[in-house]
């Protein structure tokens, strides 16, 4: 993982908003998709940015995927972050 990667995908408010939602859990593309007004293939391309930076997860069920996030990676950018306020 790079942090330039990883900050890349937290810079689109789209790809924020999908993290907001997988914290309760996982979820499909589809249910995803439900919550913006963009294309499928515009959700899929975040997910693809999102999962290229290791912050989501993703697993096959049948012909579902199913993501959820990757709380270890939220968990080193936090701590790089309180680094840089020195606290």
């Known amino acids: 993982m790079s942090l330039q990667n990883t900050l890349r995908a937290l ?3 789209i ?5 907001n ?8 593309a589809g249910e995803i998709a439900e919550h913006f007004p963009v294309t499928g293939a515009s959700i899929s391309r975040h997910l693809s940015v999102l999962k ?11 012909k579902f995927i199913y993501y959820e996030l990757n709380a ?3 968990e ?3 701590l790089w972050i309180t680094d ?4």
């Open 11 to 13: 810079a689109d408010p």
């Open 15 to 19: 790809r924020r908003e999908i993290l």
């Open 21 to 28: 939602l997988l914290k309760s859990g996982r979820l499909s």
């Open 52 to 62: 290229d930076a290791d912050l989501i997860r993703d697993s096959r069920e049948g």
């Open 72 to 74: 270890s990676v939220l």
């Open 76 to 78: 080193e950018i936090m």
């Open 84 to 87: 840089l306020k020195g606290e």
